[in-house]
Nanobody
């Protein structure tokens, strides 16, 4: 059974940094595209960044230049380095794995996710 467990969330002031991690277990991590999504109450879950099996990355316009997604296939771990955080980055952040192995994650579509983590809260104060 696939499990995704996020960590690293917390509260920071605007301009600060956080590094999220997602530990995967239960399946072949390296053959799936993975990504980070976020959600605030009352709004749809939105894509933040994805990384394909060949390392190709895709970012939401709102985080380009500030966030960096990376994966460690030896440790089955996904990371999101978040710098220059803004209050509008406040959300629950979720790690996700694509539903089909070998597929590229196109358009940051949350509907392509096959598995989700439980989420980690990020709060940025002004």
């Amino acid at each position: 059974q696939v499990q995704l467990v996020e960590s690293g969330g917390g509260s920071v002031q605007a301009g600060g940094s956080l590094r999220l991690s997602c530990a995967a277990s239960g399946d072949s991590f390296s053959i799936f595209a993975v990504g980070w999504f976020r959600q605030v109450p009352g709004k749809a879950r939105e894509g933040v960044a994805t990384i394909d099996t060949d390392g190709t990355t895709n970012y939401a316009d709102s985080v380009k230049g500030r966030f960096t997604i990376s994966r460690d296939n030896l440790k089955d771990t996904l990371h999101l380095q978040m710098n220059s955080l803004k209050p509008e980055d406040t959300a629950m952040y979720y790690c996700a794995r694509h539903g089909s192995y070998g597929f590229r994650w196109k358009g940051l579509r949350s509907g392509d996710a096959g598995y989700w983590g439980q989420g980690t809260q990020v709060t940025v104060s002004s």
